[in-house]
């Protein structure tokens, strides 16, 4: 990876460069997102547990913590594009092993997607940072929302699609590859044109004794555990507290992520490229998600508004979370290495979230303790919030 931006690339490599990162957006969550909806059939098909049905749905989160320390040592060595493009393969390969017939095929398949969407978690902060440092904001936001909206198109069309067609539920999984198939096979000459802006170079070391790169990391790591916590049990949440049917339940996990996408929208418009104003809206949109939490532990009769408000938050705080990667680094090997350490800690505390969570409910029998300790963890998101955006250089 260089440690300098390249020179001014052509507007063709540009336009290039950008449709290969949209593709890229389109193929980092599809391939998990649309897993759920068809877990009944998978696991009816394959005699599965439930236990072993939940370690399935896990899998990628862990694989995504315990892969992004890595990513930019390789990227380090082969080139962010290159090692971008090899694990758009990858992630193509693992799909295409999850339509092989059997258990093993599915979680190798699983597996090694879930290691080829952590490189993309990693890199594309940084690749961002290198090509088009003065769009981080906008294109941060633009990628996240098409990651957001791919991923419930996939939630959303699963179930039909796996109805509809021969291979049934492993031909819905193995459809969702085809962004990254393409991404991969768009951005092979560009690994080649890489080479005027500079070889790979010696990769920049992990932050760790850095104040802001842990104020960084701490914004990425509560954010990331208040979605998957709600991702995992806001339906359940809904119907045990609020009186809901499943379906009902199953609309307001769709009213999260949709008002999600708006939030992420917003974030360019509110932040208009001002480091203070940056602050404000990543306290503001902790405070939104604070207040959806505590209404929903308060007033379950209005979880409507308050998913509403935890969906507006959410949705603007991974933006500002992946953008204060790209933001906070001084060069594109640094962004690399913090989006690394901040993914990887992130990650595992969205897989450590649900089950801490789910564990308090069992242990008090309720949800009054559980809901409790998230609105404390948004809380604790206040410090970061303000910490991770001030205008300063990892």
């Known amino acids: ?40 059939f998978v696991s009816h098909d394959l005699g599965l547990s439930a236990a072993a049905a939940g370690a399935l749905t896990s899998l990628p989160l862990v694989a995504f913590a315990a892969s992004s320390l890595v990513v930019p040592k390789v990227a380090a060595r082969l080139g962010a594009r290159a090692t971008l493009v090899l694990a758009m393969f990858l992630l193509t390969a693992g799909s295409a092993l999850r339509w092989v017939p059997g258990t093993a095929p599915l979680f190798v398949g699983t597996a090694l997607l879930g290691i080829a969407i952590a490189v993309a978690n990693v890199l594309m902060p940084a690749l961002i940072r290198a090509e088009f440092p003065g769009r981080i904001a906008l294109l941060t936001s633009g990628y996240v929302v098409l990651m957001q909206v791919v991923g419930s198109i996939a939630s959303g069309v699963s179930v039909p699609v796996a109805e509809a067609v021969a291979g049934g539920w492993r031909t819905a999984l193995v459809v969702w590859a085809a962004p990254a198939l393409l991404a991969a096979l768009l951005w092979l000459p560009l690994v080649r044109a890489r080479r005027n802006a500079g070889p790979a ?3 920049a070391r992990t932050p760790w004794r850095s104040p802001l790169a842990w104020a960084v990391t701490a914004f990425m790591g509560t954010q990331s555990m208040l979605f998957y916590v709600l991702l995992s049990w806001l339906a359940t949440i809904a119907r045990d507290r609020s009186g809901l049917d499943a379906t009902v339940s199953g609309v307001l996990l769709s009213e999260l992520q949709v008002l999600g996408v708006v939030g992420s929208l917003l974030v360019p418009v509110l932040t208009a490229g001002s480091v203070q104003r940056t602050r404000w809206v990543a306290v503001a949109a902790t405070l939104c998600s604070l207040a959806g939490i505590v209404l929903l532990l308060v007033a379950p009769g209005l979880a409507v508004v308050a998913v509403g408000l935890i969906g507006l938050g959410g949705g603007a705080t991974v933006v500002l979370a992946l953008a204060a990667i790209s933001a906070r680094a001084a060069d594109a090997p640094t962004a690399a290495a913090l989006s690394g350490m901040a993914q990887a800690v992130g990650y595992l505390a969205a897989a450590v979230g649900p089950v801490v969570f789910g564990a308090l409910h069992s242990l008090t029998g309720g949800w009054v303790v559980p809901l409790s300790a998230l609105a404390l963890v948004a809380v604790a998101q206040l410090v970061p919030a303000w910490a991770a955006h001030r205008d300063a250089v990892v």
Do not use: D, F
């Open 1 to 40: 990876m260089s440690t300098t931006p390249a020179s001014p690339v052509p507007r063709r490599t540009a336009v290039l460069l950008l449709a290969g990162l949209l593709l890229v957006a389109c193929a980092m969550r599809s391939p998990i997102t649309g897993v759920g909806p068809v877990l009944p």
């Open 201 to 203: 170079g010696p990769h």
